[in-house]
């Protein structure tokens, strides 16, 4: 089985992130890039898929130099080769993005690719059906989880979809596949995994080696803003002006959080069980 998966680099959202309002993009100081979540899970399940029937898995970036650093770490948790694309004069959104991932893609064999269902810096989501439409390859999204036939020709495959919904897909293959995050649990790598990684040859295809001009990649999506989200406002607990002073400085001085009052109930089964009713017809929660 051979198979291709497309990873991104993006920024570590745990780390502050500052907006350049001026040019619409992300301030690039103090950031840290990380592989995309759900490309990882990808690669976790490329791994999974080879170490059952056999293959070669390929990790495929788009993005500047600074991108080799996820390939690295595909290749620690276990891919076989990487191939890193990037030049200077691309227009890249994520129409461009997907096309030229694509003709990457069909200078390689390949039998599956997968991708992460989105990217954690946009959230679109675009790129892998956009990928699957230039290949005129069947696409199944949102996948959480991926059955093989005995002769790997089809595969059966799990998808997510509205309120927890799920819907069972039988796909022919050559296909390309989007996955949940939570399709499994990737695994970490071995620090001598992470030493041959570094020391790798990861190629870098241009747009001579891609025989693309960069003219003819025109993007379709232009930012016309970025902005932080608006901080939400804090709740002011006001007390109610109807108690004394006193209780209303108490309950300013507990920041509104009042004592729970709670009743033990003691004594033989019969008057605690009339008790308990006599508190719930009290409550309005039962009615004679």
Do not use: W
Not at 45 to 65: D, M, N, Q, S, Y
Not at 94 to 100: D, H, K, M
Not at 144 to 154: A, F, K
């Amino acid at each position: 089985m051979r198979i291709i998966v497309c990873v991104k680099q993006v920024p570590d959202t745990t780390v502050s992130i500052e907006i350049d309002t001026k040019t619409n993009s992300v301030k690039e100081e103090g950031l840290i890039y990380v592989l995309n979540p759900h490309d990882k899970c990808a690669l976790e399940e490329a791994i999974r898929i080879r170490e059952r029937v056999g293959g070669e898995i390929t990790a495929i970036t788009l993005g500047p130099p600074r991108s080799k650093k996820a390939l690295r770490s595909c290749l620690a948790m276990g891919a076989d080769k990487a191939i890193h694309i990037y030049d200077s004069s691309f227009e890249l959104d994520a129409y461009t993005t997907s096309l030229v991932l694509a003709k990457a893609i069909s200078t390689l064999p390949y039998d599956l690719i997968l991708c992460g269902k989105q990217a954690m810096d946009d959230n679109a989501g675009l790129v892998g059906g956009g990928i699957a439409e230039t290949l005129g390859l069947p696409e199944v999204s949102g996948v959480t989880r991926i059955e093989l036939s005995s002769d790997t020709r089809t595969m059966v495959v799990h998808r997510k979809i509205e309120r927890g919904d799920r819907e069972v897909v039988e796909c022919p293959i050559p296909a390309l596949l989007t996955v949940e995050s939570g399709i499994n649990e990737p695994r970490y790598p071995s620090l001598p995994d992470h030493m041959t990684a570094l020391k790798a040859e990861i190629p870098t295809l241009d747009h001579t080696s891609l025989n693309i001009h960069p003219g003819t990649l025109t993007p379709m999506m232009h930012v016309e803003g970025i902005s932080p989200p608006r901080p939400r406002p804090k709740k002011l607990f006001v007390p109610d002006s109807t108690l004394s002073p006193a209780e209303r400085m108490k309950l300013m001085l507990s920041g509104g959080v009042t004592e729970k009052k709670s009743e033990l109930l003691t004594g033989p089964s019969g008057q605690v069980a009339s008790k308990i009713i006599q508190y719930l017809i009290r409550e309005k929660i039962l009615s004679m």
